[in-house]
């Protein structure tokens, strides 16, 4: 669960409409603490198709088929390769934080 402002954002319920869009390999949400803003970042990563755009993605997430809340728009959208791990080769979602964690800096 992702807290932001006084709402909670469930990537469990957003993920597989992201997954639907044309050109969506596999889709993330991880929310990582931005102090300055005192409050959790909605970052989405996609791993996709080499010509997909944020604001591509943008777009069919604000309105559309694929259209999700609001509150749950991403802050910022990064493309690259979803980490696995463990035999059942599930997301590695701390791998993947602390990854962007350092691309931040």
Do not use: C, W
Not at 4 to 13: E, K, T
Not at 21 to 37: D, F, R, S, T, W
């Amino acid at each position: 669960m992702i807290i932001r402002g006084n709402f909670n954002i469930y990537p469990g319920l957003y993920e597989p409409t992201i997954h639907k869009i044309k050109g969506v390999k596999e889709a993330v949400m991880i929310g990582l603490y931005n102090h300055q803003k005192a409050d959790e970042e909605v970052i989405l990563v996609i791993d996709g198709e080499k010509d997909m755009t944020s604001q591509e993605v943008m777009k069919q997430l604000t309105f559309g088929a694929y259209s999700i809340d609001k509150e749950a728009i991403p802050d910022r959208i990064v493309f690259m390769k979803i980490p696995h791990s463990g035999r059942q080769n599930k997301i590695d979602r701390k791998l993947l934080a602390n990854h962007l964690t350092t691309l931040k800096k």
